[in-house]
Each structure stands twice: as structure tokens, then as C-alpha cells.
């Protein structure tokens, strides 16, 4: 009797050990964008950005997904949100990516964020950097 009772402690444990690396392997939804912002900002479109096409950077930093999404409102916007692994990775992002011109960057949480437009000015920029953020530290406690 004492092999099958070992017998079936070992099948329950190999169940309960299997179910637990299910659940670790279980994928994050892609990060759902704001369809509106201040300022007059909607989201045209949004779709995720395979990771070979990411900075090496981002990718070395420990990048878990991306995904760009176009903005039109009073210029048109684009906006790529890298989300890492942690929050120190995207932290560090900010410290390591070279300013450009009419590109704006920050991170939130798990997330660095570039906002670029060609046409808005560097203060819209900025105010949309700001609404995005605030919209991102809402979501980056759920992930």
C-alpha cells in the first residue's frame, strides 16, 4: 500500500509543479494605449513592434515587448513604448538614449517611452509626454 500511496504523492506533486510553470510561462497582454489624450490627441492606430526591429539596446536591457502607435490631433504624433522586464531597465534606457530633436523620452515603470512628431512643437510634445505618463503610471501597477 505504501507504493501507491508514493506513487500518487509523486503524479499529485509532478501536477501541482507543472501547473506552476504554466502559469509562470503565461504572456502579458499588450499594453492597451490611451484612445485619447489632452489636447485634442487620438490613437489612429497601434500595432506591436517585433523585437529584432527594437533598439539593441532596448533588446539588451531586457525588453519584453513594443509597440507603436500613431497619434493625430493638432500634428500628427508617433509614439513607441518599450516594455522591460523591470523598471531599472527602462530607467537606465532613459540615461543611455541620445536626444534628437523633435523626439521626447521617459520612462514609467516597466515602460521608457519615445514620442516624436516632425510637426508639433517641442511644448506640445512635452504636454503629450505628460498626459501619456500619467496614463502609463495607472496601467504599470497592473503588469
Not at 34 to 58: F, I, W
Not at 65 to 74: D, E, F, L
Not at 105 to 110: I, K, L, M
Given at each position: 500500500?505504501?507504493p501507491?500511496f508514493?506513487?500518487?504523492l509523486?503524479?499529485?506533486l509532478a501536477?501541482t509543479?507543472a501547473g506552476c510553470?504554466?502559469?509562470?510561462?503565461?504572456?502579458?497582454?499588450?499594453?492597451?494605449?490611451?484612445?485619447?489624450l489632452p489636447?485634442?490627441?487620438k490613437?489612429?492606430?497601434a500595432?506591436?513592434?517585433p523585437?529584432p526591429?527594437?533598439p539593441e539596446?532596448?533588446r539588451?536591457?531586457?525588453l519584453?515587448?513594443a509597440r507603436?502607435?500613431?497619434?493625430s490631433?493638432?500634428?500628427?504624433?508617433q509614439?513607441?513604448?518599450?516594455?522591460?522586464?523591470?523598471?531599472?531597465g527602462?530607467?537606465?534606457?532613459v540615461q543611455?538614449?541620445k536626444?534628437e530633436?523633435?523626439k521626447l523620452?521617459f520612462s514609467q515603470?516597466?515602460?521608457f517611452?519615445?514620442?516624436?512628431?516632425r510637426?508639433?512643437?517641442?511644448n506640445?510634445?512635452?504636454?503629450?509626454?505628460?498626459a501619456?505618463d500619467?496614463?502609463?503610471k495607472?496601467?504599470?501597477?497592473?503588469?
Amino acid at each position: 500500500m505504501l507504493p501507491n500511496f508514493t506513487l500518487a504523492l509523486l503524479m499529485t506533486l509532478a501536477a501541482t509543479l507543472a501547473g506552476c510553470g504554466a502559469a509562470s510561462r503565461t504572456e502579458v497582454p499588450p499594453l492597451e494605449l490611451p484612445a485619447e489624450l489632452p489636447g485634442g490627441y487620438k490613437l489612429d492606430s497601434a500595432r506591436a513592434l517585433p523585437a529584432p526591429e527594437a533598439p539593441e539596446s532596448a533588446r539588451n536591457l531586457g525588453l519584453r515587448s513594443a509597440r507603436v502607435a500613431q497619434y493625430s490631433g493638432p500634428g500628427s504624433l508617433q509614439v513607441t513604448v518599450y516594455e522591460m522586464t523591470t523598471g531599472a531597465g527602462a530607467f537606465e534606457l532613459v540615461q543611455k538614449w541620445k536626444p534628437e530633436a523633435g523626439k521626447l523620452h521617459f520612462s514609467q515603470g516597466p515602460y521608457f517611452v519615445l514620442v516624436e512628431s516632425r510637426t508639433v512643437p517641442v511644448n506640445q510634445l512635452q504636454t503629450f509626454a505628460s498626459a501619456l505618463d500619467a496614463a502609463l503610471k495607472q496601467e504599470s501597477p497592473h503588469r
